[in-house]
């Protein structure tokens, strides 16, 4: 496992997949997984399905997809880089584009 990964899941919520860690964020009512790639310094943000039963009355999507940098909401994106430094990786791999 990767130094970087390994730093990673002892933040809050954090856990690893092979090369890449992945925390799960609900807030607002909008639920997204981030995903950040040792291998490729770069993090993913995805929607996530809700789950059946949703409370909001929505409807489960069926598969999750990827959302845009811009889409991610400043305080999600705040917390990834911050839960980044304190793994000791440069913050700015947030930012970088795939």
Do not use: C, K
């Amino acid at each position: 496992m990767h130094d970087s990964i390994a730093a990673l899941v002892r933040q809050e919520g954090w856990r690893a997949e092979g090369a890449a860690a992945r925390v799960h964020y609900d807030g607002g009512g909008d639920r997204f997984a981030v995903e950040f790639y040792a291998d490729a310094e770069r993090v993913l943000y995805w929607t996530v399905p809700a789950p059946d039963g949703a409370s909001d009355g929505s409807t489960p999507t069926a598969t999750a997809a990827p959302v845009s940098r811009s889409d991610i909401p400043d305080p999600l994106r705040r917390r990834i880089r911050e839960d980044l430094a304190a793994a000791d990786v440069d913050p700015a791999v947030e930012r970088r584009e795939v």
